[in-house]
């Protein structure tokens, strides 16, 4: 578990994993680009790599090779044993009021008449 939380506590490790959770089986050219270009993190390859193997150790990043590319996806499998863990697995993820299609607050009913 310290490892996921250590993993998460970065807030560059996290914007890594919003943009894998936005599209898997990235390459570390890929991630390097999207964080360079979206974020305006200028990070070199071996930074990002540093942080995708804190992130792999966590549990919260898998990678696969395929010739000479090695691809890294999301595993959100690690965040949802900790939210369980302290929920009981029974609790819903979002707040009252959320809708829970869109994740945004609920739009306002009117009264009935």
């Known amino acids: 578990m310290a490892d996921l939380f250590k993993a998460i506590a ?3 490790r ?3 994993l919003d943009e894998l959770a936005e599209r898997d089986d990235q390459t570390l050219f890929e991630i390097c680009s999207r964080l360079a270009n979206r974020h305006g993190l200028g990070l070199s390859r071996q930074a990002v790599s540093q942080h995708l193997d ?3 150790a966590a549990g919260l990043v898998v990678t696969r090779r395929e010739g000479r590319y090695k691809y890294h996806t999301l595993d959100p499998a690690p965040l949802r044993t ?3 863990r302290w929920t009981g697995g029974t609790r819903n993820p979002r707040p009252p009021g959320i ?3 869109t994740d945004q ?3 306002p009913q009117a009264p009935p008449e």
């Open 99 to 101: 809708d829970q299609d």
């Open 14 to 16: 996290r914007t890594i």
């Open 82 to 84: 900790a939210f369980d």
């Open 105 to 107: 607050p609920a739009s």
């Open 10 to 12: 970065d807030p560059t």
């Open 54 to 56: 804190v992130l792999e």
